[in-house]
């Protein structure tokens, strides 16, 4: 069982709607959760980190975490067309402070 | 100027031939990292570094070395190189902090024929 998970997609929405973007872990001494955007051929860039349970805003971008469901969410508003691109999740855990583990990534598709 | 530089940025080579990719960072972090990318299967951590004293495996090291050459620079070694090889190589560099961002460089598009 890999240590992250996500549904690789594509996820397709329609520009304006809300994009949901999941991610489940299995290492329960995980302490923080990380947010990549990767557009096509390029490299990642974090939008977002979080490592308390509840809601964390950052403009269109929410991150949910529920760590007793061992669960993370990204929520993306006002979807725009430049939003498509694969989103990678990644764990850092409590035991292995050194490392990310990501998981494989969500392509998101925002149709006009 | 780039934070992260990865060079080359592409490179076609032979099954056999050894190949070394470079990274040099300018953002005087300690820890360095190289990831390979292949579709369906993520970020693979290859090695890891703390410092130049400091050289750690990741999950998939078998057939690749690393060198620490100073903190700013960390090169990954092909040392004969096969097919299964290619991919998509990035080098990222962090400060430990509890935001822990790592940040990448631009990648290294590796074929092996």
């Known amino acids: 069982q890999k240590e992250v998970e996500q549904n690789s997609g594509p996820l397709s929405v329609p520009e304006g709607a809300i994009a949901s973007l999941n991610c489940t872990y299995s290492?329960?001494?995980?302490?923080?959760f990380f947010w990549y955007r990767q557009y096509s051929g390029k490299s990642p860039e974090l939008i977002m980190f979080?490592?308390?349970?509840g809601d964390k805003e950052d403009g269109r971008f929410t991150a949910q975490l529920n760590k007793a469901s061992q669960y993370v969410s990204l929520l993306i508003r006002d979807s725009q067309p430049s939003d498509s691109a694969t989103y990678l999740c990644?764990?850092?855990?409590?035991?292995?402070?050194?490392?990310?583990?990501f998981g494989t990534g969500t392509r998101l598709q925002v149709f006009p | 100027d780039a934070d992260v530089t990865q060079t080359p940025r592409n490179r076609i080579t032979k099954t056999g031939k050894r190949i070394m990719l470079e990274c040099s960072q300018t953002k005087g972090h300690d820890r360095m990292y190289w990831y390979r990318q292949d579709p369906g299967l993520g970020l693979r951590l290859i090695y890891y570094?703390?410092?130049?004293?400091?050289?750690n495996k990741g999950e998939i090291s078998d057939g690749y070395s690393v060198s620490r050459q100073a903190q700013a620079k960390f090169s990954l070694s092909l040392e004969s190189a096969i097919p299964n090889q290619t991919a998509l190589y990035f080098c990222?560099?962090?400060?430990?902090?509890?935001?822990?961002?790592?940040?990448f460089g631009p990648g290294t598009r590796l074929t092996v024929t």
């Open positions: 570094s703390f410092d130049v004293k400091d050289i």
């Open positions: 990644a764990a850092k855990s409590l035991y292995n402070t050194d490392k990310l583990i």
């Open positions: 290492d329960r001494g995980s302490q923080s």
């Open positions: 979080i490592y308390s349970n």
């Open positions: 990222a560099t962090s400060d430990g902090s509890l935001s822990y961002e790592q940040y």
